[in-house]
């Protein structure tokens, strides 16, 4: 983490390259803010607990959700992203996704299949 560029290095310089992508992304301003708190606490990892890193993420958010009561929970970043509205092209550089991928998640966009549902409609375009 690049706290002061507000940049996040998800691949490891020694780490070998697979198909899986991690490419460097830029922080949305708040999770940085959060980030920032979070080392100025003395945080030494983006996702710990008593001070060590968490192995798995969606492991210890459902055990996290479960105990607090709460339902429907997702860590589905990409989901999230296309629900609220995210260009697909930014999408796919921010979370380093396929086109094959990016495809899975369009159905969550606000906009999915627009055009197809205005077609009838609208006005008339070429020979009759």
Request: proline share 7%; with cysteine.
């Amino acid at each position: 983490m690049d706290l002061a560029g507000g940049l996040s290095y998800r691949a490891a310089d020694t780490e070998v390259p697979t198909a899986k992508r991690k490419p460097t992304i830029r922080n949305p301003a708040p999770l940085l803010a959060h980030l920032r708190r979070w080392r100025a606490a003395g945080a030494h990892h983006v996702a710990e607990w008593n001070g060590k890193p968490v192995g798995r993420v969606n492991k210890a958010l459902a055990r996290s959700c479960e105990a607090v009561g709460f339902e429907g929970v997702s860590a589905q970043a990409v989901t999230h992203a296309f629900q609220g509205g995210a260009d697909e092209w930014e999408a796919m550089g921010f979370f380093g996704l396929s086109t094959e991928t990016a495809r899975r998640y369009a159905h969550h966009h606000p906009d999915f299949q627009g055009s197809v549902h205005k077609a009838p409609t609208g006005p008339k375009t070429g020979p009759d």
